[in-house]
């Protein structure tokens, strides 16, 4: 016999398959068995008869009897476990996965009456056997920690501990009183019913007693139906393909309800005074450092970008962030004004009222932050749109300022495509829109706000340049050059992508840096060892190889990378090798347009007026960097640039003190600093008079 032979059973089918098959009916066999007979009526011999197989091949499987029952219990609770991800991947809202799992448990298919006669036969053995009850202890920890941590973003940890407890003991008893009084006293519908009602009773107790008052509670909202969602959004791990989430686009409907909700919230919201805000900010931010890896996790499978990334900067610099306006929320104030003995005046700073904030893919989570800690800082309510591509993490946040203490609707996130973002944007009860996308969204956007005179911040693309200087520390440079093109497979906005290198220096720098770009490890984004992960989607990695090729077109010498990464697992995703391309010029696309992927263009300058002139020549303003060590030089050619964010001797470090934002096409107002409580608030002024009035009349 060949070896070929030896893996394949008669009928060429491969024995691995055949007795996975074998294993399985016999399992059916069993759960049929215990349906029938009960646990003590299933025996080896029994089960054997019925599959019309020898005892011996039973044994042969699963040993003895305990091995059989322990297996066919796995496979019972497994169904269940595959159930309810079918349904977690449908649920939207916190309280929708916490109808999803108790549809899952008291679906149809545990009341008929052959699977419920098998569960019941089990739960029966399973105080007496140690495999059994291995089964049932993960079966009902994963209940309870689902249930908490859906529970948690809608009501308080503590609440949430104990009404998940309650909610998973009605499970087991109304499905163990309806299997013991053999299926008369509930069916699956009822059982739902009961379990549905109870939970919404409780949760509607629960958040009248925190306080809420009349306004819908995230249960009802996450229970109304999305009666105008015509479409779904389909959330892709762009590293494998695979769907990590199906979610409903929320149409007219929900965004005039959030609307709705967010001016109730906001009335609360404002009343607190700035340190209270503060402190609610505070909390948020010790809960996102406390998930910071599982938060790492999520935005890295939605994302493709490295876990050492997301686990070290993304969910940081969002805490950093509620941290800061947190500390600024209780010294906002106006100023007084002396206007001499008869009068003064004064300043209130107050808040906007309802905004929006749209974000793009690149850094979900941090984005959402960016643009909430301020304007909740600030006294204002938000809606937040995250990109259809990655809105997962932009929902932990919800519920994350949601465990913290903020009120009903003060933080909302609706879902959708652009069609959304513009009902916000068009929206007569939104007072400002916070957009970080492309130039040509940022256009629509500010046209659309314009019709309500809405303020709009605008953080837009680039295509920012990088000088180094002859008397660089090269080292340093080629390090700032990596930072500023590789970081996040090059999905950044303030990429210094242009990299103008001064001639004397040009040859050592171009080969040092194709060593350590060369050696840059692509791979799975989930390994802790990965520098490189994949871009966002199929379709921008295709953009971004036709910048590839048309680079290589236009004349670019191609000095490393260049080609999409499918080596093993990565042939799922949408790898491409870090690039860097040399002997560019000014004209050529890939140095002229925004790519936002892992490619580098390298230029050629001897002058120091030149390369001003050449840094300053796009539509573009959104960052630049300069390394040399001469400090006078330095600061000289800082101050000719024309971008809104400036780095010397470093690139693309944010420090959330610092503001940032573009000038030119790249955006309009900032974010972070003290700079962004100027575009999240606006100014009253007030004169008091101290004496009569004169009057001419
Ligand atoms: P897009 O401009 O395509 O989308 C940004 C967001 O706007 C998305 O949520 C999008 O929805 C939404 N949107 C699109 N059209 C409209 C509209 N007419 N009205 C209201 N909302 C709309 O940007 P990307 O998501 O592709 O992000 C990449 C871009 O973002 C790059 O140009 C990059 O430079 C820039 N960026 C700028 C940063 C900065 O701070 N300056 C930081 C990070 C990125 P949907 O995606 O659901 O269609």
New binding site residues.
Partial sequence: MSSRDSRHGPSGVPRDELEDARRAQLIEVTIDSLAEVGFVGTTLAEIAGRAGVSPGLVAHYFGEKDGLLEAAFRTLARVVAVRMRERFALARTPRARVQALIDANLGPENFDRRTGNAWLAFWGQVLHFEGLKRVQTAYQRRMLSNLRSDLRSLIPGEDARSLAAMIAAMIDGVWLRAALSEWQEADSESARALLTAFVDGRLRELARSSGADGAPTALERGSQPTTDAERTIRVINPATGEELAVLAVDGPTQVNAAVERARLGQKEWRALTGAERGRVLQRAARLLRERNDALAELETRNTGKPIQETRAVDVTSGAECLEYFAGLAAGLAGEHVDLGPKAFGYTRREPLGVVAG??????PLQ?ACWKSAPALACGNAMIF?????TPLTAIELAGIYREAGLPEGVFQVVQ???A???L??RHPGIRKVS????????K??MA?AAATLKQVTL????KSPLIVFEDAKIDNAVAGALLGNFYSAGE???NGTRVFVHRSLHAAFVERLRERTAGLRVGDPLDPLTQVGALISAEHMEKVLGFVARGRAQGARLVTGGVRVTSGELARGCFVAPTVFDYCHDDMDIVRR?I?GPVMSVLEFTDEDEVIARANATEFG?AAGVFTNDVTRAHRVIAQLQAGTCWINHYNVTPIELP???VKM??LGR?NGHAAIEHYTQLKSVYVAMSDVESPY
Avoid at 385 to 389: G, M, Q, T
Avoid at 459 to 462: C, F, Q, T, V
């Fill in positions: 749209i974000g793009a893919w690149n850094y984005i749109k995250p990109a259809e591509l959708g495509f652009a959304t973002g513009r916000l944007t957009l970080t996308g492309e130039v040509g969204t940022g629509a956007v659309e953080e837009l693309g680039g950044v906005c303030s925004e936002f959104l940032f934002g573009g790249s955006g974010e």
